[in-house]
């Protein structure tokens, strides 16, 4: 957890379904809470979100260590307090392409569905 001077992580060898579950567990029982929700499709894509308050921004990297196929991928991510819905949502990618997402934002969270990436994309939420 940023801030508190903890840090947790799974040893490769151990990165299965049941330990990452207790490992969220635990994480909760910590005080930490859960940011961003895979709720359909990317398997295989690790999701990384950071909050940045002086750009207003909270960029989610998304991530592959093996290429794999696209597909659509419904995510929903907690908006940092008092932030309020995003004025826009944008999806960019190793080409060099940007797009704007479609997203539905409400109860202090934002939703969307995209395209799972073959190996890296940044969506990033813009307040």
Same mark, same amino acid.
Do not use: C
């Given at each position: ?25 635990? %994480? +909760? ?5 859960? %940011?961003?929700?895979? *709720?359909? $499709?990317?398997?295989? !894509?690790?999701? %990384? ?6 750009? +207003?921004? !909270? /960029?989610?990297?998304?991530? +592959? ?8 991928? *419904?995510?929903? @991510?907690?908006?940092?307090? $008092?932030? $309020? @819905?995003?004025?826009?949502? +944008? ?17 202090? *969270? !934002?939703?969307?569905? %995209?395209?799972? /990436? ?10």
């Amino acid at each position: 957890m940023v801030g508190e001077g903890a840090a947790r992580w799974l040893p490769q060898g151990d990165a299965n379904r049941e330990v990452a579950q207790g490992l969220v567990e635990a %994480i +909760r029982a910590m005080g930490g809470g859960e %940011i961003v929700r895979v *709720t359909a $499709g990317g398997e295989g !894509v690790d999701v %990384i979100a950071w909050a940045q308050p002086g750009q +207003r921004r !909270v /960029p989610l990297h998304l991530d +592959r260590h093996e290429p794999g196929e696209g597909g659509p991928m *419904t995510l929903r @991510a907690a908006v940092p307090e $008092g932030w $309020g @819905a995003p004025k826009r949502v +944008r999806l960019l990618d190793l080409s060099g392409d940007e797009r704007e997402v479609e997203f539905a934002s409400q109860d202090g *969270t !934002v939703s969307m569905t %995209i395209d799972a /990436p073959e190996w890296y994309a940044v969506v990033a939420m813009e307040y």
